[in-house]
């Protein structure tokens, strides 16, 4: 990760290499944080940062959950960010603001302890590689299961969960994969370690429901509304693991993965193997957009 010259950290820009912590504050040791992964676009038409208020929102939604509260506004945040990144002349970027549990005392118990905010930016390319977005990539059933909503909240992007996600990522990159798909506690499709799933089969996009254990993906729900725009008809629901292995097409979205292919699944073929129809014009309507500034959606946050 190359560095940048500011961070932003409870309310002041401060140099990259001060922004730290206590070791005895309460995230070091019971994982208490909550975070979000937005991007920043040097589209043909300037610098914007792809739907900035929902990805806030989202972060408040998250610290809800865990009764947490941020102790800056929505607005504030978000006029924080773009300061950021303009601070660091930045044209575009990858924006991480993280909330967490700091230093006052130890034990399970959080509430005591004050909570920090955090906003920071660096340079980031294609998450799975830009061969990736072109391509399509290989994934694997995980052997590891994602935890049910009545263990720890799945809506809540919280950095606990992502113990999880470790597991499914380092099992996939060990046994030559580029991802993990992960099933629920029932054994029906999930998502990624990072990213939600949507299959095609007979012109009819699906992807799993909320009960499946999958976090309310933000460029998920930018690929039903395309979909919506491109009257693509789309199913939201429960996706028995073997669907997979007969659907026509599959691809990941995330806010780092944007729009990634599939091209098979356990060593099994995916349609023909490559990127199909529907997943290429999906991808062509969200790099219109985060690639050439065509917004109609009001997505966009210019700087």
Not at 28 to 33: F, M, T
Not at 51 to 60: A, S, W
Not at 108 to 137: F, H, K, N
Not at 278 to 303: A, E, H, K, P, Y
Request: proline fraction near 4%; aromatic fraction near 10%; include cysteine.
């Amino acid at each position: 990760m190359k560095s940048t010259k500011f961070i932003w950290m409870n309310g002041k820009l401060i140099p990259w290499e001060d922004a730290t912590i206590h070791v005895l504050s309460h995230v070091v040791h019971y994982g208490s944080s909550w975070f979000e992964g937005i991007r920043c676009y040097k589209t043909k038409k300037g610098s914007a940062v792809f739907k900035l208020h929902d990805h806030l929102e989202r972060l408040f939604k998250s610290t809800k959950i865990y009764r947490t509260k941020i102790p800056y506004s929505l607005d504030e945040l978000s006029e924080a960010t773009l300061d950021l990144v303009k601070a660091n002349n930045l044209e575009s970027c990858y924006i991480r603001p993280v909330v967490f549990r700091g230093f006052s005392e130890l034990g399970v118990y959080p509430l005591r302890c004050p909570v920090d905010t955090v906003i920071a930016v660096w340079e980031w390319g294609s998450y799975l590689g830009q061969d990736s977005l072109e391509m399509g990539i290989d994934v694997m059933t995980s052997s590891w299961r994602r935890f049910s909503g009545s263990s720890l909240p799945s809506m809540a992007k919280a950095g606990g969960n992502y113990m999880n996600a470790q597991l499914i990522k380092m099992e996939a990159l060990e046994n030559g994969y580029a991802e993990g798909l992960v099933l629920d506690s029932l054994g029906n499709i999930s998502e990624g370690s990072g990213e939600n799933i949507f299959l095609v089969h007979r012109g009819v996009l699906y992807t799993p429901p909320l009960s499946s254990g999958i976090l309310t993906g933000i460029t998920r729900s930018v690929v039903q509304q395309l979909a919506v725009t491109e009257s693509i008809e789309i199913r939201e629901e429960v996706i028995p693991r073997e669907f997979v292995y007969t659907a026509d097409e599959v691809f990941l979205t995330g806010t780092a993965a944007e729009i990634t292919p599939v091209r098979s699944v356990d060593r099994i073929s995916i349609g023909e193997g490559k990127p199909g129809p529907v997943t290429r014009l999906i991808q062509s309507r969200f790099f219109d957009i985060t690639r050439n500034g065509n917004d109609t959606f009001g997505w966009l946050t210019w700087l």
